[in-house]
């Protein structure tokens, strides 16, 4: 039986326990004639909970160990000497042949007698571990089933404890995003530090020459690996996109939440939110065969050398690109300002757009200034438009006409083609994420002190 197939299974005998257990609730409120503690829907709930959680918890722990212990196994019946030939590489490379072999997938070269050999074996293991796991998720069910509803009672306190689970629930779910903050930064941090065990932090924080040789010779001769190139031009970018996006974005949002009439605000609102949902990849292609050859053009009318490829030509397509996250934020945000506000101001004789500077703008900075950070982050973390129209120069300038490269463009570069990962031309990668992930927080300590400051002026 497949994975799906178990699922939905498990899914029909945990409905087909709630309604036991909704049935049994109400037959023994009616039989006794007794007030029940808590409502029959939660006695189904926990009916079908003791029937699929004990089963489901099994599935996913056999899920996770069952491919380990079959490859050990199947190892363990392989010729002393095969193994011995193989590398930890080479010895996963042919499990993972003997896998497609057993699954009924082809592999190239039809399988050698010793892959055969090892696949009929793993097939074997394979339909005995699936009849294991039905058996066992059989029995739980029943057994949850049969011991949940003989504990149905009026006493019974059936609601705290489906309360209860959904409260675990929920502290599981945000408990996923930290873990998985935390594992993400710990993994970089690792990484940079084997970095930085071939490369000096100074040097690495403070160096203006960006040229990895691509050597894997040792710690000697691996060329220079200076940020500040990198920083510069990303600041850069992101500083054109910014001064793009947020006048644009904001004035837009100021319209439409102050003075679009209904029928203009329903038609531009989803019409501004498209550019949210374009693929970044495409606002390269546009930046790269129509806004680069047009800056240019520009350029030479006015007798100044501006390059296709340039800071200009990708801050100015990735503006255009992170106006939605402003203008719709900061429209939300307006909206939401007390009529009261409004009214006071206008009693007093300041006029609508008075109003709007020194009463509306002030009540919604710490959402605006959220917007705004928003946005600032998805410029520094964007990596498509900036590889196709950045021009990837790394190279520390001041010219906004001249080609530059971003830590997200060299991220890449460094991590593209076959590579030792091992070596600093590749770590290197880990070392400038854990930088970008330092900015984006910076970004956001600022961003909490700013709204904290005026959440208190404004509650």
Known sequence: MSNLALIATLLVMMALAYHLGLTRSRAMAAEHDVRMHSRPGYYGVLVALWCGLPALAIFLLWSFLAPQMIDMLVTQQLPTDLVAGLSDRELQTFLRRVTALAEGRGVAGGGSPEELAAAAHMARLQTIENFSLVALMAVLVVVGLIVARRRISPNWRARNQVERVIMIALAASSAVAIFTTIG?????????????????????????????????SGASNQGEFGLLPLLWGTMMVSTIALLVAIPVGLMTAIYMAEYAPPWLRNVAKPVIEILAGIPTIVYGFFALIVVGPFLSSIGDLIGINIRTTSALTAGLVMGIMIIPFVSSLSDDIITQVPKSLRDGALGLGATKSETIRQVVLPAALPGIVGAFLLAASRAIGETMIVVLAAGNNPVLHANPFEAVSTITVTIVNQLTGDMDFASPQSLVAFALGLTLFVITLGLNVIALVVVRKYRQQYE
């Open 184 to 216: 993400i930064v710990l993994s970089m941090l690792g990484e940079a530090l084997k970095f930085f065990s071939f490369i000096s932090p100074i040097e690495f924080f403070f160096g203006t020459t960006w040229n990895p040789r691509f050597s894997t």
